[in-house]
Every structure is written in structure tokens, then in C-alpha cells.
């Protein structure tokens, strides 16, 4: 079945120490998105590609890095994570072909503790 | 701008009764709207949106909307609740031409026997 991956589906780290997370998508979507979910939040749109090309929010701290090597894999590297950093990470991807009417498909989240 | 609005932290329903879940929502220009599922520690499910067309809109598990132009609403509904339903329950907008899909801050369901 075509889907997104996300790896881990927890991730528990040290204040301050690197942490990247992982997804992965076999819909062979253009489009692929990071969001950041707390507590039974609406989620937040931390940034995007479309292709190679990287969109941020202007909102997203610096803190926060993407990464696309290739159109199946991202990553979300947090260089020092904070203990408000502590949250439910969510990747979803679109195929891109009519961005205001595509459908996002969501992973199933990585959930981040931060000690 | 776009906004979405879901007026009800919680809604409680009686297994087997109809339910509403409600939003609201505000844009420049024409509308494109989404409901998605999300159950615990998991990610969003898609269940159905609304592009053009039918007012009424089917999608998943039984779930249907609809879109209200002069209410600027987009209720998702269901005949007949099932405990299974209990769920966090996202509406999203996107305006004609905007790529970023605005959540409302969702609206909790709990269906009980």
C-alpha cells in the first residue's frame, strides 16, 4: 500500500542534543510537509518542498532544519532541542499537481520528549 | 487571509444518534475545504473535502459534509454514531491560490454506548 512512513514513532532526547526525524513516502508525491502538533492542537505548519524547492514559515525558529535528498525522503533536524520542543512531529505529502485543492496525507507522527 | 473556525471543544454523542461537528470558516475567494480524523497518537486521516459541485459531500466511514456558502459553513455529519467515531476531528481551509492548509483547532468527539 502506498503511504508516508515516519521513523521513529518516539523519540526521546537530551536538552540541547541534535535529533533528527525521519519520513518516508511511496505515493511518489512532489509536495512534502513538517508539521508540529502539541497537545491536541490544531497542527502548525513548520515548512515545506515542493520538489528541491525549501518553503519556511516566516514563524518557524531557526532551530528547526529540513532536508530532502531525494522526492521519496525528508528530514527535521532540531539543533538544540528545547523542552517547548516537546511535541508530536507530523509529515504529510501532496502530489502537487493543483496545490489549493490537493490532498495532504499525514503519517502517522513521530512523538518527541525532550529531558 | 484564511481562517477556520470549530465553535465546540467537545461533542458528545449517544452511539446510534446523528452527529454534527461544526466549522466555520473565512476566506478572500472561493473555498476549499477539508475534514480529517485523528485518533490517538496517530497521525490526521483524510475523510472528505469540498472543491466545487455538490453541496453535500461523502467521504469515509460513513462521514459526510456540508458546504453552506452564505454561512460560510462546513458541518461534517453522520447518521448514526458508532463508539468507534470517538476521535479528534480537524477541519482545514485553503483559499483559491494558497498551497497551506489552515487547521482549526479541533473538536473532540466521544460517543458513548
Known amino acids: 500500500d502506498a503511504m508516508v512512513i515516519q521513523n521513529p514513532r518516539y523519540q526521546v532526547t537530551q536538552f540541547g542534543k541534535p535529533v533528527t526525524l525521519s519520513c518516508s513516502q511511496t505515493l511518489n508525491h512532489n509536495v512534502m510537509y513538517w508539521y508540529q502538533q502539541k497537545s491536541s492542537q490544531a497542527p502548525k505548519l513548520l515548512f515545506h518542498?515542493?520538489?528541491?524547492?525549501?518553503?519556511n514559515e516566516a514563524d518557524t525558529p531557526d532551530n528547526f532544519q529540513s532536508r530532502r535528498p531525494n522526492t521519496s525522503f525528508c528530514f527535521l533536524d532540531i539543533r538544540s532541542p528545547g523542552l517547548g520542543d516537546a511535541a508530536m512531529y507530523l509529515c504529510?505529502?501532496?502530489?502537487?499537481?493543483?496545490?489549493?485543492?490537493?490532498?495532504?496525507?499525514f503519517g502517522p507522527g513521530t512523538r518527541l520528549t525532550v529531558l | 487571509a484564511q481562517s477556520v473556525a470549530q465553535p465546540e471543544d467537545q461533542v458528545n454523542v449517544a452511539e446510534g444518534n446523528p452527529l454534527t461537528v461544526k466549522c466555520t470558516y473565512s476566506v478572500s475567494g472561493n473555498p476549499y475545504l477539508f475534514w480529517y480524523v485523528q485518533y490517538p497518537n496517530r497521525g490526521l486521516q483524510f475523510l472528505l473535502k469540498?472543491?466545487?459541485?455538490?453541496?453535500l459531500v461523502k467521504g469515509s466511514y460513513g462521514f459526510e459534509a456540508e458546504f453552506n456558502k452564505s454561512q460560510t459553513s462546513f458541518h461534517l455529519k453522520k447518521p448514526s454514531a458508532l463508539v468507534s467515531d470517538s476521535a479528534l476531528y480537524f477541519c482545514?481551509?485553503?483559499?483559491?491560490?494558497?498551497?497551506?492548509?489552515?487547521f482549526g483547532k479541533g473538536t473532540m468527539l466521544l460517543v458513548s454506548p
Open positions: 469540498y472543491i466545487t459541485g455538490d453541496n
Open positions: 482545514a481551509v485553503r483559499d483559491k491560490g494558497y498551497s497551506t492548509l489552515t
Open positions: 518542498y515542493y520538489d528541491k524547492d525549501f518553503n
Open positions: 504529510a505529502t501532496s502530489d502537487g499537481l493543483a496545490q489549493d485543492t490537493d490532498t495532504q496525507y
